[in-house]
């Protein structure tokens, strides 16, 4: 096929790979004047497959730079879904001498004859994207009685100085909490007998907005509805008035919404 046809089928404005599968947006994050943009990847078929983390950058979100794959499959299982934040205070310990970004991310792990482990590690980079170190201490979350058991969203909740992590387990979002991104404490587990239950959930994200014409703001707690093909949209989005946290309680007043995906910074 000539190189004018190629390009006809390949688009202008969204990123996409220079060749095979891509699916789901991760770790969308802006740090040091770029804009980065990781996401489930098979480089080798065009069929889903051994997911990866491929990984782009760019400097006005229109044009994109391919990088090196970020996240290769290992002894814990191919790379689900995740985030990335950036770590401004060295909570982790992985920077000393300068901030960096940590990928949040779920392994997962199908051996034959058994039931998929799913588990949450970390990686770190010093040198902003270009090269990642997996966390010696992975995984750093792990439930034994759940199989859906991914897609972790980490944010950093400035007012009680810890991050939260949402996580889709299921029929349910379970909420976590941490001063250093390694060590995991369980909060409070959401959506049972609330909202849709029409496919698994998964891919959830949590993020502030301010109200129009109010000094408030009000969080949003998006999921998406992952496997049935019959559903006109694949996201439902709840959102609340105020959000409390006292130790293990998150009280989430649910209201329907659209949905979309953020990038932190």
Known sequence: ???????????????????????????????????HLFYQHNPND??????????????????????DIALYPDALGTIFSGSVV?????????FPDEPGLVAIFTHHLHEEGKEPVQSQSLAFSH??????????????????????????????????????????????ISIYSSTNLIEWQFESEFGELVGSHEGVWECPDLFELPVNGKNKSEWVLLVSIGDNPDLDNGSRCWTQEKIIMLGSAFLIYLRRMGGGFTLVG
């Open 46 to 67: 065009c069929i889903h497959g051994p997911m990866h983390w491929g990984h782009a950058v760019s400097k006005d979100m229109i044009t994109w730079e391919q990088l």
């Open 1 to 35: 096929m000539p190189t004018q046809d190629l390009l006809t089928y390949r688009p202008y404005l969204h990123f996409a790979p220079k060749k095979y599968w891509m699916n789901d947006p991760n770790g969308m994050v802006y740090f040091k004047g770029e804009y």
């Open 127 to 172: 040198d902003q994207g270009r090269t990642w170190t997996k966390c010696q201490h992975n995984p750093v979350l792990v439930d034994h009685t759940k199989i859906d058991f991914r897609d972790p969203k980490v944010i950093w909740h400035k007012d009680k100085s810890r991050w939260v992590m949402v996580l889709a387990t299921g029929q349910t």
């Open 86 to 94: 950036v770590d401004w205070n060295n909570t982790s310990g992985f």
